[in-house]
């Protein structure tokens, strides 16, 4: 650790804000939404990023790298990268993910980049051929399980 880095350690709460701050500016969530995610209120929010909690909780802790990929070392220690893994995309919004997706995209090479679009234009196209009635048979909608009733013990 050089002098300049022992002069200013980030602190956990300072850490936590520029996670906020790194939600907000890239998949448009808002401190309530980032609150509802991780079980707490918004007051929280604004509490762990000013400082007035100093710690953060394991299950935070874990949440946060579950739904959103931060990295609980970075987190807690301030070691390695902010971003462990990429964001559940269900834990975002449909904009949060479209902004995830194409974050992630555009940090393909370009032939990965390639790649992806001719697998999107195959589904797209297998997508067409399911609305089509003659092979919509092959392919029928998905539909929730339904739990049979073994009450009578068979």
């Known amino acids: ?54 710690d953060i909780s394991p299950s935070v802790t874990e949440l946060l790298f579950l739904k959103f990929g931060v990295n609980p070392q970075w987190l807690i220690e301030d070691e390695g990268p902010m971003i462990a893994k990429s964001p559940r995309l269900p834990y975002l919004s449909k904009d949060a993910q479209e902004k995830s997706l194409l974050s992630a995209f555009n940090q393909l090479i370009p032939n990965f980049r390639k790649t992806v679009l001719s697998l999107a234009i195959d589904l797209l196209d297998l997508q067409q051929a399911i609305d089509d009635p003659l092979l919509s048979a092959l392919f029928p909608p998905d539909e929730p399980d339904e739990q049979e009733d073994n009450s009578d013990g068979s």
């Open 1 to 54: 650790m050089t002098q300049h880095e022992r002069i200013y350690e980030r602190t956990q709460h300072e850490r936590f804000r520029e996670v906020v701050n790194y939600l907000q500016r890239n998949y448009g969530l808002r401190k309530g939404e980032i609150a509802k995610s991780l079980g707490k209120s918004a007051t929280y929010i604004s509490d762990m990023s000013s400082g007035k909690i100093q």
